[in-house]
């Protein structure tokens, strides 16, 4: 019986530089203290001028950000940035949800949460398993 040598793991992912991951942390430990402060100073109610700007205008990069998603998806020559915009996609998607349910009215939150459970969330999980899936 012959063995192989295992070959040895890399240390880091091929072309991702070794600063990445220590900036990305150190951006993490930065955000910690903010959201405390936030949470301490920010009120409990806002009324906002540009609401409907703002819920039109995050909706309208999500469909371009799914629609370049499905773009690359049929073009074989592209398939190679479908992984980016599907992750792009899946996060939208989780913050689109989250705002959905935590600023509908009472009298809306039963949509907001069947729309989560149902479409959004399911669908970002369709975006992450195409962002990580393995490439062939």
Do not use: K, N
């Amino acid at each position: 019986m012959t063995t192989h040598p295992t070959p040895p793991r890399p240390t880091t992912r091929p072309g991702l530089p070794r600063w990445v991951g220590p900036l990305y942390l150190t951006l993490s430990a930065i955000l910690l203290p903010w959201i405390v402060h936030l949470s301490l100073s920010l009120p409990g109610r806002q009324l906002s001028e540009h609401y409907r700007m703002a819920w039109v205008g995050f909706d309208v990069f999500l469909l371009g950000q799914l629609a370049r998603t499905g773009a690359y998806a049929l073009r074989p020559r592209r398939r190679d940035r479908v992984p980016p915009h599907a992750a792009a996609s899946a996060a939208m998607l989780c913050v689109d949800a989250w705002f959905d349910i935590t600023t509908s009215t009472p009298h809306d939150l039963p949509l907001s949460l069947l729309l989560a459970a149902t479409v959004e969330l399911p669908l970002a999980g369709l975006c992450w398993w195409l962002a990580t899936r393995p490439r062939t």
